[in-house]
């Protein structure tokens, strides 16, 4: 329910703990809960001592938090070498579209495997990465590349232009 399982690209260790913290928090309260309800006058009903409530609680959430960080670097790793990697398209061909090519060819880690550019007119190129088609095309471009993500670097286009990109 927290989405936890859904990693980010980039987030921060502090927000992802702190996530972690209020799920964890949730999921002991409410398996206490319904463990009370559940076994009430049972003979399946246990009385635990509330200090082993707050070692459960402590553990888990320095195992999921040390869980994740393992995961992470092992996916950053991954990426460094060319594995795990996200197919993505650039729309444009300005100098945000530039700065943007620079910046994933000049860092592997990030995990992004360029499959082109798009451009108004569907020619050109941008720092060698050839143009795959015009705007209107961009839907079909996707499916045919399997483009996993779009980074739309046209700021200089205004809000309702973007939107019909979109």
Do not use: C
């Amino acid at each position: 329910f927290s989405r936890l399982y859904h990693v980010p690209r980039a987030a921060s260790r502090f927000d992802i703990g702190y996530r972690i913290l209020g799920a964890v928090s949730l999921a002991v309260f409410l398996s206490v809960a319904f463990q009370t309800l559940i076994f009430k006058n049972s003979s399946l009903e246990t009385d635990y001592p509330r200090t082993l409530l707050v070692y459960v609680w402590v553990f888990t959430v320095l195992v999921m938090i040390v869980g994740r960080e393992i995961h992470s670097q092992i996916v950053y790793r991954l990426r460094r070498r060319g594995l795990a990697r996200d197919d993505v398209l650039i729309v444009g061909d300005g100098e945000a579209a530039r700065y943007i090519v620079q910046k994933i060819q000049w860092s592997p880690q990030l995990g992004y495997a360029l499959a082109g550019v798009v451009t108004e007119n569907g020619r050109g190129s941008v720092l060698g990465l050839p143009a795959l088609g015009s705007y209107p095309e961009l839907p079909l471009l996707i499916d045919e590349f399997n483009v996993d993500s779009v980074i739309i670097a046209l700021p200089e286009m205004d809000r309702r232009q973007l939107v019909d990109l979109v």
